[in-house]
């Protein structure tokens, strides 16, 4: 029996124009009159997110990927990087002149172009590069952004002050064995082609969902998660309904137990009714 099903937000709960279908709302409907609690988990921060997610009504934001996880009254768990750490990060970024964001609780420093790139115009062009590009060309993209963008200039002082939950930064996906070499303490994982989340190790969706669900006396075996990138890999396997949705990488859509259609074809609500969880007062 499915007692909680936590959602991805970009490319799975919104489509690619940033909105939540008319049947996801239904579907959302659906397992709130069952009972049933429902929740985000997303490598995003809380810095606006009731906006980012069409105002759909959820239970539960587990947010930068599983290290701040909370409900309307409550925080369930907060994991932000330790100072040396953190320090570590900032030098790599400075020496070698890359973009980075710094995510804490009410709002988001950093670079103004990776601000952008966590906009949904820049996500959707993510998807749409070939598979070539980070290895053939990511060299030309740090050499345009060192030409047009200054280089990001961070203020030690004032980052060290504040818990920062999660760090994104510019780098080709064949870089993670030389980040995670250098950076033993922490987790890497990403969304897109692009840029790479790093969270303190140890940290995951999946371990921020663990972190809400085992006081409520909910197993595993009884979540569901939706998702649709490589951030997503840990939950789809471990749930006990891992679905990827139709528009996710096909090493990711192998890793689910079930694959439904896309964001932009009512992906959300054909997996629920595959698995009997829509009632039919709200069926579409």
Known sequence: MIKAVFFDI??????????AAKSTKNALASLHAQGVLVGVATGRGPY????????????????????????????????????????????????????????????????????LSQTRTAQKLFRLLPKWFPVYSFKKVVSLIKR????????????????????????????LARLKALFPNCHFTRSNKLTVDIIPQGGSKLSGIEKVIEPLGIKMSEVMVFGDSWNDLEMLQAAGVGVAMGNAPQEVQKKADYVTTSNNHDGIYQALQHYQLILPAYEI
């Open 48 to 115: 606006r997110l009731q906006e980012r997610i069409d105002k759909v009504n959820l239970d539960i934001f587990v947010t930068y990927n599983g290290q701040l996880v909370y409900s309307p009254k409550r925080t369930w768990h907060a994991q932000a990087f330790d100072l040396e750490t953190l320090h570590q990060l900032m030098e790599f970024a400075e020496n070698n002149q890359r973009q980075m964001l710094f995510g804490t609780r009410y709002k988001i420093f950093g670079s103004r172009l990776m601000r």
């Open 10 to 19: 970009d490319g799975t709960l919104l489509n690619s124009k940033g909105h």
């Open 148 to 175: 047009f963008v200054s280089p990001t200039r961070l203020n030690h002082a004032a980052l060290l002050n504040m818990p920062i939950y999660q760090c994104v930064m510019l780098s080709p996906m064949g870089e």
